[in-house]
């Protein structure tokens, strides 16, 4: 990984789009420590330490920490994503029209993404706003009116939206998929001052500080062997062989497909921590009504991943997402028709309906190990949070681990593909010039 890096940063290229996406990053970052006009300072870090602020800190890589102009980050943009994507699985026609014109029909469902990630995020500050409101003990906002609200409303979806535009930027003239880099940015930003405030709990003002850096050694060496064992399941691999048919030798040469196990990735991670998010927003909004029912209790219990049923309600939303964006990734149908245009089978298996129900049947087993793994590092945290008294924070550590990994594992594979393109292109002009 480091020889890639050390390799790419001797090209312009990609020096130049390395330059450009650190910039980006950095307005982002300026961003989040901008306070929203109309909040009391002295409520947000009661604010930060709830639930749903831990998700939303994520996202927003500490913005909602300083209830700054993207305290919702990314967050609205990626559930607008989740209800196009399956508004794609065949219920509405136009939307299914639409995702197999290629790049135009590509174009139309983004602008519908943007336009719903607007309402969404509308409704979401303004639910969040009155609900941490009348959750804290001193008022968020100063003058709780609707005007205020509106206003803050106004101000987080526009940072919202800017948020989304920065995020495109990356993608179109920098480097990584845009809105993983955000978050991925917003972790990284977060790691100093979480290990310092560890360090000052269990060393500084322990009273038992051998006790206490002995703990924070373990905590490392655990998380080594945690990022160890993620980058090892992403990288896996499973091999398909195939067969590729010459006709004009009569001959036939084979060779293999890779296929990723953890074929999802780290978006159904991304995905679930998201969806919990609109939910507990819109309770948030009617917590002063509904603070003493039964109901909404539970409901609360069961959204909040701080809790041991919130934990496990958000590794089933991974299993499930888990499963559904395997599909996305892969089409099964659109695979095995790629494959009978090019001459090639899968060894053993009839070309054509054969090979769609077999590449079906091997997802469905791949995404059983991916998800279980997904699963089990985002839970891991929960578990331990709830049985052993850890620190809250460290609830999400399991989330924030596999975003990191994952993007960095994208971010280098993207970066060996355009040394690799500079290497074929070069080549290739050293042949015109020898002719």
Request: no cysteine.
């Amino acid at each position: 990984m480091l020889t890639t890096v050390l390799k790419s940063l001797k090209e312009k290229d990609i020096r130049k789009k390395l330059t450009f996406t650190l910039m980006i990053l950095i307005v982002y970052r300026m961003g989040a420590y901008i306070t929203v006009p109309g909040i009391n300072t002295a409520a947000l870090q009661e604010v930060a330490n709830s639930g749903l602020g831990s998700i939303l800190n994520m996202f927003s890589g500490g913005g909602l920490t300083n209830y700054s102009l993207f305290a919702m980050g990314v967050s609205p943009y990626v559930t607008a994503q989740i209800v196009v994507q399956l508004l794609q699985m065949d219920i509405v026609p136009r939307f299914v029209e639409w995702s197999k014109q290629g790049e135009v029909g590509r174009r139309k469902l983004n602008q519908v993404t943007r336009y719903l990630t607007i309402i969404l995020a509308f409704v979401q500050s303004i639910g969040i706003t009155a609900g941490f409101n009348q959750l804290s003990s001193i008022h968020l906002v100063k003058t709780p009116n609707w005007q205020t609200y509106v206003l803050i409303g106004f101000i987080l979806t526009a940072g919202t939206m800017f948020a989304v535009w920065l995020g495109e930027m990356i993608t179109d003239r920098g480097l990584g998929q845009g809105v993983s880099m955000l978050i991925f940015a917003g972790i990284i930003a977060r790691v100093p001052a979480g290990l310092y405030q560890m360090y000052k709990e269990n060393v500084l003002q322990n009273a038992d500080p051998a006790r206490g850096a002995a703990f924070m050694v373990g905590m490392i060496v655990l998380f080594i062997l945690a990022i160890s064992f993620v980058t090892w399941v992403n990288q896996a691999i499973r091999r398909i062989p195939m067969q590729y048919t010459r006709r004009s030798s009569g001959a036939s040469a084979t060779s293999f497909l890779p296929l990723r196990v953890n074929v999802a990735g780290v978006i159904p991670v991304i995905f679930a921590s998201s969806l919990l998010v609109t939910p507990q927003t819109i309770l948030q909004a009617f917590s002063n009504r509904f603070a003493d029912s039964s109901w909404y209790g539970t409901a609360m219990t069961y959204l909040s991943t701080q809790t041991l049923q919130g934990g496990i309600v958000y590794t089933v939303l991974i299993v499930l997402f888990t499963f559904f964006y395997a599909f996305v990734q892969v089409n099964p149908e659109k695979m095995a028709e790629n494959l009978q245009k090019q001459g090639s089978y899968i060894v053993g298996v009839w070309p054509g309906e054969s090979t769609q129900r077999w590449i079906s049947g091997l997802l469905m087993r791949l995404s059983v190990v991916g998800s279980l793994f997904l699963g089990l590092v985002a839970l891991v945290p929960m578990l331990a949070v709830h049985f052993f008294g850890l620190d809250s924070r460290l609830a999400m550590a399991g989330t924030s681990l596999l975003i990191v990994i994952g993007v960095t594992i994208d971010l280098i594979k993207q970066l060996e593909g355009l040394m690799m393109k500079r290497q074929y292109v070069g080549f290739i002009q050293e042949g015109v010039k020898a002719k």
